[in-house]
């Protein structure tokens, strides 16, 4: 059963903007992994962890940390969720895609439960 679906878009240059006005901001939203990427996988991961939100139906109530964006061998993008986001996933199935072009980062998210 589909729980929760959410998506998000970013303007990349404005993402990149925010980051260098607010100090820690980058150390807030991403993992130690994801903090060295370049700035539009950052903008796809941040539309990701907003996107995440809108799927469980969630306002501010995770740490940002508690969900990080890894890719697979093939490429493909998955969650990795730990603390209070893991407790609310409860074993769901998260599906992810990402893309970013033309200055815009967007991302879509897809809760599955299958009991
Ligand atoms: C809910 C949230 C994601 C909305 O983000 P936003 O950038 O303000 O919203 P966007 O401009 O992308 O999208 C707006 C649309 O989101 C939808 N939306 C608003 N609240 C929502 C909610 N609780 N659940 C799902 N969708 C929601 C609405 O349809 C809204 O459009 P409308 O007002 O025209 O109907 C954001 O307010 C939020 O809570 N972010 C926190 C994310 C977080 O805690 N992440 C931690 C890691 S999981």
């Given amino acids: 059963m589909i729980e929760g679906i959410g998506i998000d878009v970013v303007d ?10 607010t100090p820690g901001l980058k150390t807030k939203l991403f993992t130690d992994r ?15 962890k907003e996107a995440l939100a809108k799927a469980l139906n969630a306002r501010y109530v995770f740490a940002w940390q508690d969900c990080e964006v890894i ?3 093939s490429g ?3 969650f990795i969720f730990t603390g209070t986001v893991a407790e609310r996933i409860d074993g769901a199935t998260v599906h992810l895609t990402l893309s970013h072009d033309a200055g815009i980062a ?4 897809i809760v599955e439960r299958t009991s």
């Fill in 34 to 48: 994801e903090a060295v990427l370049p700035v539009a996988s950052l903008a796809a991961r941040f539309a990701a």
């Fill in 106 to 109: 967007s991302a879509m998210v």
């Fill in 12 to 21: 990349i240059e404005r993402f990149r903007e925010s980051l260098i006005r």
């Fill in 76 to 78: 493909r993008p998955a």
């Fill in 71 to 73: 890719n697979e061998e």
